[in-house]
């Protein structure tokens, strides 16, 4: 990981790893009570600065940690995460927490239940220390839309840790988690991990349940983890990932051993570099250290070969009509009545929907329901949101022919570093076009992996994305790995 900007304070901290934390537990070497109180002092340090953390689970990581030291001392085997310290973004139900998708609007709400990967998380022996920031709604490039203040990226706090889970990587970035979940509708996992320097996974649509998500795009959305390196991410996606008979769309194959995949060599697998990924736009301090891992591939033994992706140029604004739509229609059931804010200026039920969703909800909240709304409404729905899943469609058969040719396709994660906070928010259409290089995975369903590759001179992180079929998650990883290694070296 970089130490930070040559004129920025850093926070950066390499956690331990998931197995060197268990085994020490294991071993009699570490106390999970001890290991989870050290995270909540380091939280209590850092968190006014970074803004990481919207709420803490103290209670309920520290019971769990309890059952993990007995045990331990019991000589009982240990599961996987056994007193690994976790954090979960806000967008995701705890039982009994605060779950405020980062908005105004859900004050208040404490679910009576666990989404499906935050219970396999804690069955798996997790901590869950508490719930991670992020842009309301999962809107959002910067995590600068939070009802509750930025998050500021532990390389530089002056610098926006990418959204919507800036909350997510930035806690893996200043340990102040080992591990954590995110959600990723159009990059939300792999942009803020570019950004802070970590490992952001985006699973196979369907292969992580979705119960206990709270929605924004329903066909785009996905729930993956972030670590310091890939094994552990590896790790993570293994114990969240399989079928859920709570969620429709989770897929009924079987879960690979995605740790033990990413250990074997990447010699002989074939790397797609699409031509449309490094055009006008690319910032040369990001093309560099792409380049040169792409080299570092090839001396592993991958066969690098060019790819072609044409529909690329109209993927952002195929994904802003799609994701729109679909959360103008999610956003409806969060009117006042139900749970969560409502307007005390409510003197009849109109007055009541209106004030309580105008106030509840964030500038780019509202504009993306104004957007899905409209793209939805009649006279307009074949011209936008149908040509728009027409597009999609041509996206994802794109990427099943380049699919058929190479193994993994690798790309920048982002065109620029992390910029700076405020940089952006005054022209959201330079914010969405940051989006160019994900949005293409998410309208298409298949899975990827970002992974750190080199800095900018400044030290700015720069994410390498790599991208594979429906549930070759393995393959992504394999990459992945070997990217890792290489990255030591071009740092």
């Known amino acids: 990981m970089p130490t930070g900007t040559k004129a920025a304070e850093s926070y950066i901290e390499k956690p331990k790893t998931l197995a060197a934390l268990r085994d020490g537990i294991a071993n009699g070497r570490l106390k999970a009570a001890d290991l989870a109180n050290e995270y909540y002092q380091r939280i209590e340090k850092l968190n006014p600065r970074l803004n990481v953390y919207l709420s803490l689970t103290k209670d309920r990581a520290l019971a769990q940690a309890e059952r993990i030291d007995a045990m331990a001392a019991k000589g009982d085997p240990l599961p996987v995460l056994a007193g690994v310290p976790v954090g979960i973004k806000d967008v995701l139900?705890?039982?009994?927490?605060?779950?405020?998708?980062?908005?105004?609007?859900?004050?208040?709400?404490?679910?009576?239940y666990d989404a499906t990967a935050v219970a396999r998380l804690e069955?798996?022996?997790?901590?869950?220390?508490?719930?991670?920031?992020?842009?309301?709604?999962?809107?959002?490039?910067?995590?600068?839309?939070?009802?509750?203040?930025?998050?500021?990226?532990?390389?530089?706090?002056?610098r926006v840790p990418g959204g919507s889970s800036g909350g997510s990587a930035a806690a893996v970035a200043a340990n102040l988690a080992v591990g954590t979940l995110g959600s990723d509708t159009g990059g939300s996992i792999r942009q803020p991990a570019s950004f802070c320097g970590v490992?952001?996974?985006?699973?196979?649509?369907?292969?992580?349940?979705?119960?206990?998500?709270?929605?924004?795009?329903?066909?785009?959305?996905?729930?993956?983890?972030?670590?310091?390196?890939?094994?552990?991410?590896?790790?993570l996606l293994g114990v969240i990932a399989g079928h859920d008979p709570k969620d429709a769309t989770s897929s009924l194959a079987p879960v690979e051993d995605y740790a033990a995949?990413?250990?074997?060599?990447?010699?002989?697998?074939?790397?797609?570099?699409?031509a449309e990924y490094f055009a006008e736009g690319l910032d040369p301090e990001v093309r560099a250290p792409i380049e040169k891992g792409i080299a570092a591939l090839e001396r592993a033994g991958c066969a690098i070969k060019p790819v072609s992706l044409p529909h690329t140029k109209y993927a952002v604004p195929t994904y802003y009509l799609v994701a729109t739509a679909e959360a103008s229609a999610n956003l409806a059931r969060f009117d006042g009545v139900r749970y969560g804010y409502r307007s005390p200026r409510s003197a009849t039920l109109s007055d009541m929907y209106s004030h309580s969703r105008n106030e509840g909800f964030g500038p780019e909240v509202k504009r993306r329901i104004l957007l899905g709304t409209y793209a939805l409404s009649a006279g307009y729905y074949d011209a936008y949101y149908l040509k728009a899943q027409q597009v999609r469609?041509?996206?994802?058969?794109e990427f099943l022919r380049a699919f058929a040719q190479v193994d993994a396709i690798v790309t920048p994660t982002s065109p620029v570093p992390a910029f700076k906070l405020g940089e952006k928010?005054?022209?959201?259409?330079?914010?969405?076009?940051?989006?160019?290089?994900?949005?293409?995975?998410?309208?298409?369903?298949?899975?990827?992996?970002?992974?750190?590759?080199?800095?900018?001179?400044?030290?700015?992180?720069?994410?390498?994305?790599?991208?594979?079929a429906h549930l070759r998650e393995s393959t992504a990883f394999r990459l992945a790995r070997a990217m890792e290694a290489a990255d030591l070296i071009l740092r």
């Open 123 to 158: 069955a798996a022996g997790a901590l869950l220390l508490g719930k991670l920031n992020c842009d309301e709604f999962a809107m959002g490039s910067s995590n600068e839309n939070s009802a509750y203040g930025p998050v500021r990226n532990p390389v530089d706090p002056e």
């Open 199 to 235: 490992v952001g996974v985006l699973p196979t649509y369907g292969r992580v349940s979705r119960y206990g998500l709270i929605a924004f795009a329903s066909s785009l959305d996905r729930v993956g983890p972030f670590a310091a390196n890939v094994r552990d991410a590896a790790t």
């Open 425 to 468: 928010t005054g022209d959201p259409l330079a914010m969405y076009l940051a989006d160019i290089y994900t949005v293409t995975a998410s309208l298409a369903g298949i899975c990827g992996v970002a992974v750190p590759c080199g800095a900018t001179k400044a030290g700015l992180p720069v994410g390498m994305q790599i991208l594979a």
């Open 261 to 274: 995949e990413s250990d074997k060599p990447p010699a002989g697998l074939r790397v797609g570099v699409p």
């Open 393 to 397: 469609r041509l996206l994802a058969e």
């Open 93 to 112: 139900v705890m039982q009994g927490a605060p779950s405020t998708a980062g908005s105004k609007i859900l004050q208040g709400y404490r679910p009576p």
